[in-house]
């Protein structure tokens, strides 16, 4: 008994060693707070706790697998507010499925992950319709039209605004050697690759954005704008964008005119990042960036978190309708340039012709260059009458020839009947 008792001393003296030299662990009180399963699959997750949260090599993740998504080096969630993950997390569509949250002990896969925050449904509630915790983080999940970045019971964004200090530093910080990732603020390379203005009656109007880097890109506190200085408020958001890969912000309010706009692009000390204007739109249709390397957009068939469909032509239906005119698309790359281009057909001495801006650069986002080959089947009334006259003068020779030949065999048969008539006397 003695040496039991001994034995529980020395266990429970090694546990508080342990304890006062091992660093404390820090529960976060990170919850899972809105999840949209369709059309793109995106994951928020709300800070409740005083304190910032290092989010770091976090994992989410489904109900299993070998697969699941790694939360980017230096991504800080604030006391108090939300970050938006945007990827392919498998989540199922039609049938049941979890989402899990595991903090950065060790992955899903293994016995040792520590997990921070689980929810499970039946299945998806539909296109654009989110499980969302209401009240915020510790209320029970129900469903209701996507508000991601925002609270779920209020009008108001739960995205962490940096307040911008004036104040001196004391010592230079030192310039990194390599480009950081997930400093958002100095991410380049970062594109608009497509934007709904002018959706469906119930649809949300929707930006969505190419990262032409080879890492992935953790986007906070970024904006999408209308024409500087319009009437629309701007949008903040904050998601993750994979290698080459898309992200989709969705916006809860309509911000642009569907008669005419700017949409806009700008990181989070509201740096113009990119941008394209438009004088028309087309109810349910896109614009859409042919390339990369240019910066014209074009009218598309939606092609959310996809490479970019081809455009549509915009002929005037008099061209269209001509029967003459055989047109074939070549699949080839092209760029996109500033603006929304429309294809015309001008007239040139009464002849229809197609006039299209092409240039060769690399392919981005697969986009097509159309190109028309146009036939003329009338012939000149000139070119009718020699074809006429030769028919003619062919015919003309020929009845000649006849008649040769029907003069001579007369003239043959009349001196034989001659001779044979002397000889007979």
Same mark, same amino acid.
Request: glycine share 4%; net charge negative; proline share 5%.
């Given at each position: 008994?003695?040496?039991?008792?001994?034995?529980?001393?020395?266990?429970?003296?090694?546990?508080?060693?342990?304890?006062?030299?091992?660093?404390?662990?820090?529960?976060?009180?990170?919850?899972?707070?809105?999840?949209?399963?369709?059309?793109?699959?995106?994951?928020?997750?709300?800070?409740?706790?005083?304190?910032?949260?290092?989010?770091?090599?976090?994992?989410?993740?489904?109900?299993?697998?070998?697969?699941?998504?790694?939360?980017?080096?230096?991504?800080?969630?604030?006391?108090?507010?939300? %970050?938006?993950?945007?990827?392919?997390?498998?989540?199922?569509?039609?049938?049941?499925?979890?989402?899990?949250?595991?903090?950065?002990?060790?992955?899903?896969?293994?016995?040792?992950?520590?997990?921070?925050?689980?929810?499970?449904?039946?299945?998806?509630?539909?296109?654009?319709?989110?499980?969302?915790?209401?009240?915020?983080?510790?209320?029970?999940?129900?469903?209701?039209?996507?508000?991601?970045?925002?609270?779920?019971?209020?009008?108001?964004?739960?995205?962490?605004?940096?307040?911008?200090?004036?104040?001196?530093?004391?010592?230079?910080?030192?310039?990194?050697?390599?480009?950081?990732?997930?400093?958002?603020?100095?991410?380049?390379?970062?594109?608009?690759?497509?934007?709904?203005?002018?959706?469906?009656?119930?649809?949300?109007?929707?930006?969505?954005?190419?990262?032409?880097?080879?890492?992935?890109?953790?986007?906070?506190?970024?904006?999408?704008?209308?024409?500087?200085?319009?009437?629309?408020?701007?949008?903040?958001?904050?998601?993750?964008?994979?290698?080459?890969?898309?992200?989709?912000?969705?916006?809860?309010?309509?911000?642009?005119?569907?008669?005419?706009?700017?949409?806009?692009?700008?990181?989070?000390?509201?740096?113009?990042?990119?941008?394209?204007?438009?004088?028309?739109?087309?109810?349910?249709?896109?614009?859409?960036?042919?390339?990369?390397?240019?910066?014209?957009?074009?009218?598309?068939?939606?092609?959310?978190?996809?490479?970019?469909?081809?455009?549509?032509?915009?002929?005037?239906?008099?061209?269209?309708?001509?029967?003459?005119?055989?047109?074939?698309?070549?699949?080839?790359?092209?760029?996109?340039?500033?603006?929304?281009?429309?294809?015309?057909?001008?007239?040139?001495?009464?002849?229809?012709?197609?006039?299209?801006?092409?240039?060769?650069?690399?392919?981005?986002?697969?986009?097509?260059?159309?190109?028309?080959?146009?036939?003329?089947?009338?012939?000149?009334?000139?070119?009718?009458?020699?074809?006429?006259?030769?028919?003619?003068?062919?015919?003309?020779?020929?009845?000649?020839?006849?008649?040769?030949?029907?003069?001579?065999?007369?003239?043959?048969?009349?001196?034989?009947?001659?001779?044979?008539?002397?000889? %007979?006397?």
């Amino acid at each position: 008994m003695k040496d039991t008792f001994k034995d529980i001393f020395t266990s429970l003296t090694l546990i508080f060693i342990v304890c006062l030299i091992l660093p404390p662990v820090l529960f976060a009180d990170i919850k899972l707070n809105e999840v949209l399963v369709e059309p793109d699959q995106s994951v928020e997750l709300l800070n409740t706790s005083t304190d910032e949260v290092d989010l770091s090599s976090w994992y989410i993740d489904d109900s299993g697998g070998t697969t699941y998504y790694t939360i980017p080096q230096n991504t800080i969630i604030h006391p108090g507010s939300c %970050l938006v993950f945007s990827s392919n997390f498998n989540f199922n569509k039609t049938s049941a499925d979890t989402v899990r949250i595991f903090d950065n002990t060790a992955p899903p896969v293994s016995t040792l992950s520590a997990l921070i925050d689980i929810f499970s449904y039946s299945k998806s509630p539909g296109d654009g319709i989110s499980f969302i915790r209401s009240p915020d983080a510790h209320g029970e999940w129900t469903t209701a039209s996507a508000s991601l970045s925002f609270f779920n019971t209020i009008e108001e964004t739960c995205l962490y605004f940096q307040p911008i200090t004036s104040s001196p530093t004391p010592t230079p910080s030192p310039t990194p050697s390599i480009q950081n990732s997930n400093n958002s603020t100095n991410i380049k390379n970062i594109y608009i690759s497509e934007a709904m203005v002018a959706p469906d009656t119930g649809d949300n109007e929707w930006v969505e954005l190419y990262n032409d880097n080879n890492f992935e890109v953790n986007l906070i506190d970024w904006y999408i704008d209308d024409i500087a200085e319009g009437g629309s408020t701007q949008k903040k958001f904050s998601l993750s964008i994979p290698v080459y890969g898309f992200a989709v912000v969705d916006i809860k309010s309509s911000v642009f005119n569907n008669s005419g706009d700017e949409v806009r692009l700008l990181n989070s000390f509201g740096d113009l990042t990119d941008s394209f204007t438009y004088d028309f739109s087309q109810k349910g249709k896109t614009f859409g960036k042919i390339s990369f390397l240019s910066t014209e957009f074009c009218t598309q068939e939606p092609s959310k978190n996809r490479f970019n469909n081809t455009c549509i032509d915009n002929l005037d239906d008099e061209s269209t309708q001509n029967n003459d005119i055989k047109s074939t698309i070549n699949l080839e790359s092209k760029p996109y340039i500033s603006k929304v281009t429309k294809i015309n057909t001008p007239t040139i001495d009464g002849k229809n012709y197609i006039e299209i801006n092409s240039t060769k650069t690399n392919d981005v986002l697969g986009a097509s260059t159309l190109s028309y080959k146009y036939s003329q089947t009338d012939r000149k009334p000139f070119l009718n009458s020699l074809l006429l006259i030769s028919a003619s003068y062919s015919l003309l020779t020929l009845l000649s020839v006849s008649l040769k030949i029907k003069l001579r065999n007369e003239k043959n048969i009349s001196v034989s009947i001659h001779t044979l008539s002397r000889k %007979l006397t």
